[in-house]
């Protein structure tokens, strides 16, 4: 069975680590904060300058003063900071920041990044993922594999205008998890239900299958 938006961020948080300070883009990526595992100190980071997220509050909980960089209210945690976007940018272009997760509109075998425009149609900006795709050491991208027409969306090249170039590291979609290797992408686990034939007849760019590949364990 394909993962939902949840199971997606529920597989990407097994990615973290105690001590990391993690970005979160907007879209699937902002769900991760919800499923940080039990006993481990991450501290999430957003553009328009908090350091200390924490969950999505309860209905009826909001404060509308507290938000991400997207726009939607958040919680915070003890000991969280606020400040104005030239630290928090300061904070990125540094390299302070020990892990990145951004939605995805395409993602490139070589591990290119299209994440802000459709030609034709009305978009905000690229916003603060030109600075982090290229600043950031570790970017996992959180995306569906194919978009509403069946299509893929992990290419062997981006259609759509880039954000970054030769960036991502690990690409997490609804049903498979890739590493972006020198040679392409290396699929190294399914989830559960979809076999390795349904992925690659979802994928479109050049994918290693390199033995038995498991089930993820979400």
């Known amino acids: 069975m394909a993962l939902d938006k949840i199971g997606i961020a529920k597989r990407i948080a097994q990615e973290l680590k105690d001590g990391y300070y993690v970005n979160l883009g907007i879209g699937i990526p902002t769900l ?12 999430f980071q957003s553009e328009n300058g908090v350091l200390g997220m924490g ?3 309860f209905e009826g909980e909001e404060d509308a003063d507290v938000i991400n960089a997207g726009k939607q209210t958040i919680t915070t945690l003890p000991g969280a900071s606020f400040f104005d976007s ?9 390299q302070q920041i020990d892990l990145t997760i951004l939605g995805a509109m395409e993602v490139s075998e070589n591990g ?22 290229a600043s950031a ?7 569906m594999h194919v978009n ?22 690990k690409i997490v979609t609804e049903l498979a998890v890739m590493d972006v290797t020198p040679n392409g992408l290396r699929l ?8 390795v034939e349904q992925i690659l007849q979802a994928t479109e760019a050049r994918l290693l299958v390199e033995g038995e590949i498991p089930e993820m364990n979400i």
Do not use: H
Request: net charge positive.
């Open 86 to 94: 030239a630290l928090s940018f300061g904070m990125i272009r540094s």
């Open 148 to 169: 509403k027409e069946g299509e893929s969306k992990v290419l062997k090249k981006c259609t759509l205008p880039l954000t970054g170039v030769n960036c991502v590291k």
């Open 32 to 43: 991760v904060a919800n499923y940080v595992p039990q006993n481990m100190n991450v501290e």
């Open 55 to 57: 969950p999505f509050p």
């Open 188 to 195: 190294i686990e399914r989830a559960p239900g979809i076999s």
């Open 112 to 133: 290119d990044i299209a994440n802000w425009k459709i030609p034709g149609k009305m978009v905000k900006g690229m916003g603060g993922a030109m600075d982090l795709v």
């Open 137 to 143: 050491q570790n970017i996992i991208v959180a995306m």
